[in-house]
Each structure stands twice: as structure tokens, then as C-alpha cells.
Antibody
Framework: QVTLTESGPALVKPTQTLTLTCTVSGFSLSTTDICVNWIRQPPGKALEWLARIDWDDDKYYSTSLKTRLTISKDTSKNQVVLIMTSMDPVDTATYYC???????????????????WGQGTLVTVSS | DIQMTQSPSTLSASVGDRVTITCRASQSFNNWLAWYQQKPGKAPKLLIYKATTLESGVPSRFSGSGSGTEFTLTISSLQPDDFATYYCQQYNSYSRTFGQGTKVEIK
């Protein structure tokens, strides 16, 4: 059974740095064709993709936030960490981690949707 | 970045209705598109991937179609459990982008 669990502070002050951890089980972060993504959702608003890290440690970031984001993984601990600097009240949101996995079938290389999500963690930015 | 625009933003429908949600991309790509359902207070749930493939366990009343820059999610006969917000997402480029969402409400 695949599970992802986000953890981190519920409250951060403006200008502080946020560190979030996604702990996974039921799969390995080093398995080929698997990646873990971070997504956020401000209250009442749409989903926003933030970053992803692939099985081979390749990393990709949202164009608008890439100067503030760092993603990393510790395969031995089954954890993916997202660091976001210079937090602002507009960063108040529920932060999710989600797995994407590719595979081959009769149609060829496929998959890639975010098939397993954590429950999300609400981060409020306020002084 | 590829921008995704969904329409409509809100849709009012009745149980049994056929419902169609459209997602348009700012540039053409190779069908690396997913659809999600989200209910209040819950994480999104994957419905469709690679534009047309139904995720395991998702009811067959959900279907996806389209290619290039225009993609569609169809619910053939709306059920009470389907009232939710739906998002499209492209995963063609190195970055991923979501549409702004379509809320399906009870008429």
C-alpha cells in the first residue's frame, strides 16, 4: 500500500524559511520512473505545482518560485524535503506531496498522473 | 510554461446529466494530461491520465478525450458522489501546470 505523509510547521512568520517533509511508504524513491511532487492550494483557490524530484535525483521547479525552492530526497529514510525561503502571507496554503509513476503497457510508455497523494498540511504565514 | 484554461469555472447540473468540462492549453503537447477530482477538505484523486486512460478503480462513467491543445472530461451520467471540483493538469513539460478548476454543483 502506497502512502505519503506531509509534516512540518503549521505556522511560520513572514521572511522565515519553511521546511516540509514527505515521508513515503509502499515504494522506493530510487525506483525507475517514479517521482515525487509538491503541490500547494491556498484556501478556496486552485492547485499550484511547486517542484518535483525524480528517481535519478533530477529536480524541477515552478518557474515563478524556483528562486525560493529547494527539493531533495533521502532514499534511506524514504523522505522528500521541500524548502521554501522568504515566506509571505500569500504562501498560506495546504501543501501536498504526490507520487507520479510511469510504466509500459500495450500502448507504450504511459502513466505519469499523480496517483497517490498525502493528506496535506496547512501552513499559515502570519506574524 | 504551458498554461491550462478550464471552462466553465462553475457548472450546475442534475443527477443523470451528461457533463463535459474542457481544458485548453496555451501550446500543443503530446497528450500528457491528467484529470483530478477534489472534494472539500480532501486531497485530489486521479481520474484520467495520458488524456484518455481511466485510472484503476475509477467508474467508467468518466472518460477523457482530446489532443493537441483541447482536452475534455466527460461524465456520462452524473451521480451524487460526483459533485466536486475537477482539475486538468499537463505534465508534458519539465514543469507541471494545473487548470483553475471547474466546480460541479447541484442544480
Amino acid at each position: 500500500q502506497v502512502t505519503l505523509t506531509e509534516s512540518g510547521p503549521a505556522l511560520v512568520k513572514p521572511t522565515q524559511t519553511l521546511t516540509l517533509t514527505c515521508t513515503v511508504s509502499g515504494f522506493s524513491l530510487s525506483t525507475t520512473d517514479i517521482c515525487v511532487n509538491w503541490i500547494r492550494q491556498p484556501p478556496g483557490k486552485a492547485l499550484e505545482w511547486l517542484a518535483r524530484i525524480d528517481w535519478d535525483d533530477d529536480k524541477y521547479y515552478s518557474t515563478s518560485l524556483k528562486t525560493r525552492l529547494t527539493i531533495s530526497k533521502d532514499t534511506s529514510k524514504n523522505q522528500v524535503v521541500l524548502i521554501m525561503t522568504s515566506m509571505d502571507p500569500v504562501d498560506t496554503a495546504t501543501y501536498y506531496c504526490a507520487r507520479a509513476a510511469y510504466h509500459y503497457d500495450s500502448s507504450g510508455y504511459t502513466g505519469g498522473g499523480f496517483d497517490n497523494w498525502g493528506q496535506g498540511t496547512l501552513v499559515t504565514v502570519s506574524s | 510554461d504551458i498554461q491550462m484554461t478550464q471552462s466553465p469555472s462553475t457548472l450546475s447540473a442534475s443527477v443523470g446529466d451528461r457533463v463535459t468540462i474542457t481544458c485548453r492549453a496555451s501550446q500543443s503537447f503530446n497528450n500528457w494530461l491528467a484529470w483530478y477530482q477534489q472534494k472539500p477538505g480532501k486531497a485530489p484523486k486521479l481520474l484520467i491520465y495520458k488524456a484518455t486512460t481511466l485510472e484503476s478503480g475509477v467508474p467508467s462513467r468518466f472518460s477523457g478525450s482530446g489532443s493537441g491543445t483541447e482536452f475534455t472530461l466527460t461524465i456520462s451520467s452524473l451521480q451524487p458522489d460526483d459533485f466536486a471540483t475537477y482539475y486538468c493538469q499537463q505534465y508534458n513539460s519539465y514543469s507541471r501546470t494545473f487548470g483553475q478548476g471547474t466546480k460541479v454543483e447541484i442544480k
